[in-house]
Nanobody
Framework: VQLVESGGGLVQPGGSLRLSCADS????????MGWFRQAPGKEREFVAA????????YYADSVKGRFTISRDSGKNTVYLQMNSLKPEDAAVYYC???????????WGQGTRVTVSS
């Protein structure tokens, strides 16, 4: 499994970003996929997850109504649309996949999101 995230960057409060994560590894089966984040000095925390057939999604309370997770199973890619971003959303965002729920078995390298005016 090789997860490659993209889409991070600097955005002003209230702005939007879309993160992408592609699983370019050799595993053929489609797994659950998700996003976690880690802010400086804090532990990594769950953000959102989507199951293998995209029927079920799960969000942390802190992002409900603002973030949307989706996937393109044909491309084994997961997206995180982040709207109404707040300074407290700033963190390194990590993609994860696996057959557990939320998925935690395999991790990407992370992409940094900075929310600042």
């Amino acid at each position: 499994v090789q997860l490659v995230e993209s889409g991070g960057g600097l955005v002003q409060p209230g702005g939007s970003l879309r993160l992408s994560c592609a699983d370019s590894g050799s595993i053929r089966s489609i797994n659950n996929m998700g996003w976690f984040r880690q802010a400086p000095g804090k532990e990594r925390e769950f953000v959102a997850a989507i199951n293998r057939n995209a029927v079920n999604t799960y969000y942390a309370d802190s992002v409900k109504g603002r973030f949307t997770i989706s996937r393109d199973s044909g491309k084994n890619t997961v997206y995180l649309q982040m709207n109404s971003l707040k300074p407290e959303d700033a963190a390194v965002y990590y993609c994860a996949t696996g057959d557990d729920w939320p998925p935690t078995k395999y991790w990407g390298q992370g992409t940094r999101v900075t929310v600042s005016s």
